[in-house]
C-alpha cells in the first residue's frame, strides 16, 4: 500500500500568515492527489483534486502543488475561517486510497 | 443538491454485526462509485472499501476484508454496508461518500462503537 506522510502534524500561525502543509507519497502517484478541509465536528470537505485543481466555490488563497511523491497544499493569507484539520489523499492505481494523518491548522 | 444520509450505527458486541446503510439524492445515483471511510475517535481518515456504478466491483482495505461486504441497490439509490466479526478497532464514525477514490459528497457520519 502507499504510504502518506504529512508534515507538521500540526501548526500555529497568525491571520494573515502565509501556511504550507506537505504531503509524501512513499511511491510516485502521479498527480492522483486531493487534499481536504475537516473543520471540527463536520464531515470532510474537497478542496483541491489532481494535486493542483481548485473545486468550484474554494476560495483562491487555496493552493495546490507537486507531483510524483511531494505535494504541497497552501494557504496564502490564513484566516480565522480556516482553522481544521487538512488531509491528504492518494487516488493512484488500485485501492486502498490511503489518507495522510492529518495536520491541524490553528491561530496564534 | 446532493445530499447523503448514512444510518445503522450503533453498539455492537465484540465479534458481532452491524449494517450501515446509505440513502443518495440530488444526482443519478447509479452512474457514481460510492465508498465508505471511517474515522475513529480522535484520529484521521480510513479508506475503507468502495462499490462501482453497478456493484459488479467491490474493494476493501486489509483490515476489514472478509469481514466487511458492500452492496448497493440502484432503484434505491442506496449503498450498504454489512460488517461482521466486529472488533474494538472498528469503533469509527463511518461515512458514506460519493466517488470511487477521492470523494466529493460525504454523508453526516454513523457512528459504530464496538464494546462489551
Known amino acids: 500500500d502507499i504510504q502518506m506522510t504529512q508534515s507538521p502534524s500540526s501548526l500555529s500561525a497568525s491571520v494573515g500568515d502565509r501556511v504550507t502543509i506537505t504531503c509524501r507519497a512513499s511511491q510516485g502517484i502521479r498527480n492522483n492527489l486531493v487534499w481536504y478541509q475537516q473543520k471540527a465536528g463536520r464531515a470532510p470537505n474537497l478542496l483541491i483534486i489532481?494535486?493542483?485543481t481548485l473545486r468550484s466555490g474554494v476560495p483562491p488563497r487555496f493552493s495546490g502543488s507537486g507531483s510524483g511523491t511531494d505535494f504541497a497544499l497552501t494557504i496564502s493569507s490564513l484566516q480565522p475561517e480556516d482553522v481544521a484539520t487538512y488531509y491528504c489523499?492518494?487516488?493512484?492505481?488500485?485501492?486502498?486510497?490511503?489518507f495522510g494523518q492529518g495536520t491541524k491548522v490553528e491561530i496564534k | 443538491e446532493v445530499q447523503i444520509v448514512d444510518s445503522g450505527g450503533g453498539l455492537a458486541q465484540p465479534g458481532g454485526s452491524l449494517r450501515l446503510s446509505c440513502v443518495a439524492s440530488g444526482f443519478t445515483f447509479s452512474r457514481y462509485w460510492m465508498s465508505w471511510v471511517r474515522q475513529a475517535p480522535g484520529k484521521g481518515l480510513e479508506w475503507v472499501a468502495n462499490?462501482?456504478?453497478?456493484?459488479?466491483?467491490?474493494n476493501y482495505v486489509d483490515s476489514v476484508k472478509g469481514r466487511f461486504t458492500l452492496s448497493r441497490d440502484n432503484a434505491k439509490n442506496s449503498v450498504y454496508l454489512q460488517m461482521n466479526s466486529l472488533g474494538a478497532e472498528d469503533t469509527a464514525l463511518y461515512y458514506c461518500?460519493?466517488?470511487?477514490?477521492?470523494?466529493?459528497?460525504w454523508g453526516q457520519g454513523t457512528v459504530v462503537t464496538v464494546s462489551s
Open positions: 462499490i462501482k456504478e453497478d456493484g459488479t466491483e467491490k
Open positions: 489523499q492518494n487516488f493512484d492505481g488500485a485501492p486502498p486510497y490511503t
Open positions: 489532481d494535486a493542483s
Open positions: 461518500t460519493r466517488g470511487r477514490g477521492w470523494v466529493d459528497y
